[in-house]
């Protein structure tokens, strides 16, 4: 009786139901598991900790270490041994805890990360004027202010001295700003201006079309523009010397004194003063700068706006070159193509093609978009540039189409899809009416699929959006001069190399020579990636839900 009622059970389909429902649970608690993992380990690093002074117990005499607590873990007692023979551990015990100190100071006493173990530590305590100083290069600095200087004149100590760090560090701020806008602005355009007359030569001097009053008017043009890169050149040194005018006395740990210039420093606080609100307005100061600010420091210091940017601008590009090749190969295929076994070959290659690797993507894309059509698009209209490649590089429209080819296979499944649950009455009545098998189409058919195109669309664009291996081939790179949007035009320059989240995180994890100053940005520009992908699919499902429900009586 037993077991027939077991039977009956495994045959209501009731067990799967349960099985289907706690594998969805798993799914879901090891989805939210990794996001917290993500976020907590990657937004903590933002948080303004305590500076402690730690006391070490040594062979010889005591040392003293000034840092932040960043980590902890327990090793095997025989790992400590053999990797400090002079220490003595406590007792026979099986693991030793350690902890690690975040010192800083990489170029005045490296290495800034330092494994101690718990039983050396002598005595930790917080002291007060302890400072920390972000550095454009060599990460943090941390030590005692003893002093600073502005415009080279007397040295300012005590309290004053924090005060005249303070305006010092925004002074120089605002002269790095603008030096950059003289590199990046009248300077950089003298440059472009003096190459495109040495193109215009070149272009000349190819046609065999020299003219002398062009010529004149050329050397006229660069005779200018060699006077304003003067003038330009001579306010950047004026400026740069400007620059150098400041610096900082710091005491460090062991006693040494070090002389910062302020044109290193980004800025400086004392975190062992600072109250919660303190601490929260610099955490959230430290997320703008690593939302808005560029990279610095073999980017494991700074921001990551130009990742975040080519990431967007080349999603949106290739959502614009994808969605109507996708839509349009569908609908043929659903819609006007004749059902017979050449269209089932052809959809058997489409779901094959979601199945290639991307990598070979990537190959394709170098082989035949860049150095195909964009080296035809050079010879025919950038000769006077060449051998210096204008489209015939890796770029920003090569990576786009590369990523476009390899989505478009889920753009016309899910249209096509969408086309097949269309109910024929539907098409039948429009036609009717007397409404032409066009206007049919777009009017009645598309839009009830429209739900399904949106979803492919999304799918594609998140899928897009966590690429790395083909766009490593097709114009992604470590660090980009210049963002592929400007005020100079056309604006939209397609043929420059651009950053990417994903390649970023790669670049970040495994090309960094500092490991533990690069692991925190791994975790938070994860987070940022995952954040953008979950954003679209959220979005996907809404639109695709209020556009369902717009439709849905039309398909009843």
Do not use: C
Request: no cysteine.
């Amino acid at each position: 009786m037993a077991a027939r009622k077991t039977m009956g059970w495994f045959a209501s389909g009731e067990p799967w139901i349960w099985l289907n429902a706690a594998a969805v649970g798993i799914s879901i608690s090891a989805v939210i598991g990794l996001l917290l993992l993500i976020g907590i380990q990657g937004l903590s690093h933002f948080w303004p900790a305590d500076v402690e002074e730690v006391k070490l117990q040594g062979p010889t005499d005591a040392t003293t270490l000034l840092g932040e607590w960043v980590g902890s873990e327990s090793i095997p007692a025989q790992q400590s041994r053999e990797a400090n023979p002079s220490v003595e551990l406590p007792g026979e015990e099986l693991t030793v805890s350690r902890r690690l100190l975040k010192t800083g100071n990489r170029r005045e006493a490296p290495p800034d990360f330092r494994w101690i173990n718990a039983h050396d530590i002598v005595s930790t305590h917080t002291p007060v004027d302890a400072i920390a100083i972000e550095r454009m290069e060599w990460g943090n600095l941390y030590g005692r202010l003893i002093s600073v200087t502005i415009d080279q004149g007397e040295p300012v100590t005590g309290d004053a001295a924090v005060a005249a760090l303070i305006a010092g560090i925004e002074r120089v701020g605002e002269l790095r700003d603008s030096v950059s806008e003289l590199e990046h602005g009248a300077i950089q355009a003298v440059n472009k201006g003096l190459e495109r007359i040495r193109l215009e030569r070149r272009a000349h001097a190819l046609a065999g079309t020299t003219d002398p009053q062009d010529e004149a008017r050329l050397q006229r043009l660069e005779t200018e523009l060699q006077a304003q890169y003067i003038d330009a050149e001579s306010e950047l040194r004026a400026a740069q010397a400007s620059l150098r005018r400041d610096s900082a006395q710091i005491r460090l740990s062991d006693g040494r004194s070090v002389d910062l210039n302020l044109a290193d420093a980004v800025r400086a606080w004392f975190p062992n003063q600072m109250t919660l609100f303190g601490k929260l307005g610099h955490y959230a100061s430290s997320l703008l700068i690593f939302l808005t600010e560029a990279p610095r420091e073999a980017n494991t210091e700074g921001g990551i706006f130009p990742a975040i940017f080519g990431t967007v601008m080349m999603v949106l590009l290739m959502s614009v070159l994808v969605t109507p090749f996708g839509v349009v190969a569908a609908v043929y295929l659903r819609e006007y193509a004749r059902q017979g076994a050449f269209v089932r070959l052809i959809r058997i290659a489409v779901n094959n093609l979601a199945g290639v690797p991307s990598i070979v993507y990537g190959v394709f894309g170098l082989g035949f978009f860049v150095y195909f059509v964009g080296g035809s698009i050079d010879q025919l209209f950038f000769p006077e540039a060449l051998p210096a490649p204008t489209f015939g590089t890796p770029g920003l429209l090569w990576a786009s189409l590369t990523l476009a080819l390899l989505t478009v296979p889920v753009v016309i499944v899910s249209t096509e899809e969408g086309l097949t649950r269309i109910p024929r009455a539907v098409r039948e009545g429009s036609l009717a009416l007397g409404a032409t098998k066009a206007e049919t189409l777009f009017r009645i058919v598309l839009p009830m699929a429209s739900p399904s195109i949106l979803t492919g669309m999304i799918l594609a664009i998140a899928r897009a959006a966590g690429e790395v291996a083909p766009l490593m081939l097709v114009g992604v790179v470590k660090l980009a001069p210049a963002l592929p949007l400007d005020g100079e035009f056309p604006f939209v320059h397609l043929d420059r190399k651009f950053m990417h989240l994903g390649f970023h995180i790669y670049d970040v994890g495994f090309q960094s020579p500092n490991v533990e100053a690069a692991r925190p940005l791994v975790y938070a520009t994860s987070l940022l990636l995952v954040t953008i992908i979950l954003g679209l699919n959220l979005t996907a499902i809404m639109l695709r839900g209020r556009l369902e429900a717009r439709y849905r009586s039309l398909e009843g």
